[in-house]
């Protein structure tokens, strides 16, 4: 077809001489060729539709969000699209709250008998989707400055009073849970959705703005970054072809041991635990990366701080070493707290009224003060004098659980974050870069008030030699790490990076207890529901 269109324009264009057969650039002419008329019915444009111009539809946050709560609205014409909240009918008048998910607030819309489509008012429940048109108005009422005068009322989707499990008296989050596909309609939920939104965007504005690429790390990986050995398997040697399942002899085997030559990926693979020895790779050739994505962990946790799938954001800094992890650590961090603060003030008044008292002040605390540094060795020596009685025993050599976190921070530090560094190297993972001490490593978890560690990180260790016999003291298989060696065989440079759970930081930012409330679609032990 391109062809043909290009021989047109060039019998156009062409020279009269050409035209002539004996100057013909075909051995036919092609006036008189039987191809003429199919090449220029080829060439010719089919006609169809343009594409109608994205606009983008006003939301209620537009219209109640500003400083006026809306006032600058009155007497301008509207139109809303959500899902009603209340309805209340009186004698002359009904009063119906409309919610668009753009902010906390609704739109409390006034219909009148005069109403068009005010027959459907029977169909108005809560849960029903509407379209309402009207003109804004100031608020007789004392809850908003302005209301909609309706026009015009169209049900889109009806909901059964009867059934519809999320009415206006309150339920539990436990229950919530149970219908998560319909609790975003809730106003703690969707200010939880909201504010988790705020939080990613200013995520990837930080390290854009600091020259950050990001880059995608793969989620199915036959490397353990932690060498928990607490990974999902990814398989395909299990077959649901069978009726009631796959059965247990129809498993390949050799040596009485699951045959993994034969399977997908011909060798273990698994869903990834982290991103960082995958970004650590593009670190070393494009300086300073991050990655931000999902990660599995299977562990038989049934607690209110863990979760089966997570995001985790994993920044790697190459030419950098710990001091440089916590710079950047401790300035991101106070850069999405600002960034709420500032860009979701309904919500977090919200968390401040409803969720937990005094949030507003925790988090200014943290973009406002600077953070503390101490050793593990110190820290130790800090919660042994004390004097508290711990639930779980404070001792050098064994890991800090979150009552030691959380009084370093909340107690000996009056609210303010603190960095723990340098901890034993037994406690920690094999890639972290040993001290000269032979006894510790240059890691550091940040700890903050009411969650305690909220990022882990380290100095990664760039000297093939100690990361080859960090290897082998994790009994963990060199060959499956070659490709990470190679990096410290082929420029080598010290490197930095740190994880932080982007749950954990949801539950930092809303004072929501259980993280399971921090994510859309919690996977835990024994669910998998949505």
Not at 136 to 145: D, E, P, T
Not at 196 to 216: E, M, P
Not at 381 to 409: C, M
Request: charge should be neutral.
């Amino acid at each position: 077809m391109a062809a043909a269109a290009a021989a047109c324009r060039l019998l156009r264009l062409a020279p009269r001489r050409l035209r002539n057969p004996r100057h013909s650039l075909f051995r036919t002419p092609l006036a008189l060729s039987s191809g003429w008329r199919r090449y220029c019915a080829a060439a010719a444009t089919p006609t169809g539709d343009a594409v109608g111009e994205f606009r983008r539809r006003i939301r209620v946050a537009e219209v109640k969000g500003g400083e006026d709560q809306g006032a600058a609205w009155v007497g301008k014409e509207l139109t809303v699209r959500g899902w009603v909240r209340t309805c209340r009918a009186q004698r002359t008048v009904t009063f119906v709250e409309v919610n668009d998910g753009s902010c906390l607030s609704n739109m409390q819309c006034v219909l009148t008998p005069e109403t068009e489509g005010y027959g459907q008012i029977d169909s108005i429940n809560t849960g029903a989707s509407v379209l309402v048109e009207g003109v804004v108005a100031s608020s007789q009422g004392v809850k908003q400055k302005v209301e909609l005068k309706v026009s015009k009322i169209i049900v889109i989707g009806e909901s059964d009073p009867t059934s519809f499990p999320i009415q206006k008296k309150r339920a539990s989050r436990e229950f919530l849970r149970t219908v998560a596909h319909l609790r975003p309609r809730t106003n703690t939920f969707g200010a939880v959705a909201r504010v988790r939104n705020a939080l990613a965007y200013a995520t990837h504005k930080f390290f854009q703005d600091s020259g950050f690429i990001w880059v995608s790390s793969p989620i199915i990986t036959a490397s353990d970054c932690e060498g928990a050995g607490e990974q999902f398997y990814v398989t395909t040697l299990l077959s649901n072809s069978a009726e009631g399942g796959c059965l247990v002899n129809s498993i390949p085997s050799k040596d009485g041991r699951v045959d993994w030559s034969q399977d997908f990926f011909c060798k273990p693979a698994f869903l990834t635990v982290s991103g960082q020895l995958n970004g650590e790779t593009y670190a070393s050739a494009l300086s300073d990366i991050y990655t931000f994505g999902p990660t599995f962990r299977a562990e038989n946790s049934n607690t209110s701080r863990h979760l089966a799938e997570f995001w985790m954001i994993e920044p790697e800094l190459a030419f950098a070493d710990l001091n440089d992890d916590m710079a950047c650590a401790s300035a991101y961090l106070q850069y999405v707290v600002k960034y709420i603060l500032e860009n979701c003030k309904e919500d977090m008044d919200f968390f401040d009224t409803w969720v937990e008292k005094g949030i507003i002040d925790r988090l200014n605390n943290v973009a406002e003060k600077n953070f503390v540094q101490m050793s593990y060795s110190d820290a130790i020596k800090l919660l042994i004098g004390s004097n508290k009685k711990f639930e779980f025993p404070v001792k050098w050599g064994l890991d800090l659980q979150s009552e030691h976190e959380r009084y370093i921070t909340e107690v000996a530090f009056g609210g303010s974050p603190v960095i723990i560094r340098d901890y034993p190297k037994e406690i920690k993972a094999f890639y972290m870069r040993q001290n000269d001490d032979g006894k510790t490593v240059a890691a550091m978890d940040l700890l903050v008030p009411r969650v305690g560690e909220l990022i882990g990180g380290s100095q990664r260790e760039e000297r093939l030699d100690y990361l080859e016999a960090r290897l082998d003291e994790s009994n963990l298989n060199k060959d499956s790490y070659w490709w990470y060696l190679d990096l410290r065989r082929y420029g080598s440079v010290p490197h930095a990076g740190f994880g932080l759970g982007f749950e954990r930081l949801v539950q930092f930012a809303t004072g929501i207890d259980n993280i399971r409330d921090a994510i859309p679609f919690p996977r835990v032990p024994g669910s998998a529901e949505f």
